[in-house]
């Protein structure tokens, strides 16, 4: 399964959405400037990091169940 290019790309997108996910909720935390400017902003890149994450899990399942 760690050979797998597709699970490697997978595993790599989860790793961005968890960034983006402590990034906003770092900056929700802190408050100030950084958050008034850039909250909304990340909740979209978070959410079409996650969009991304999620259709590569599924391809990924879905490959590896027709063998």
């Not at 959405?17 to 909250?39: D, H, K, P, Q, T």
């Not at 909740?43 to 899990?57: N, T, Y």
Request: charged share 15%; hydrophobic share 65%; glycine share 8%.
């Amino acid at each position: 399964m760690l050979t797998d290019p597709l699970f490697i790309v997978a595993a790599i997108a989860s790793l961005a959405v968890l960034g983006i996910l402590i990034l906003g909720i770092g900056s929700f935390a802190r408050g100030g400037e950084f958050n008034r400017r850039n909250s909304n902003r990340l909740m979209r890149w978070r959410l079409a990091a996650q969009f991304v994450a999620v259709i590569l899990i599924v391809a990924f399942a879905w490959f590896k169940a027709r063998g």
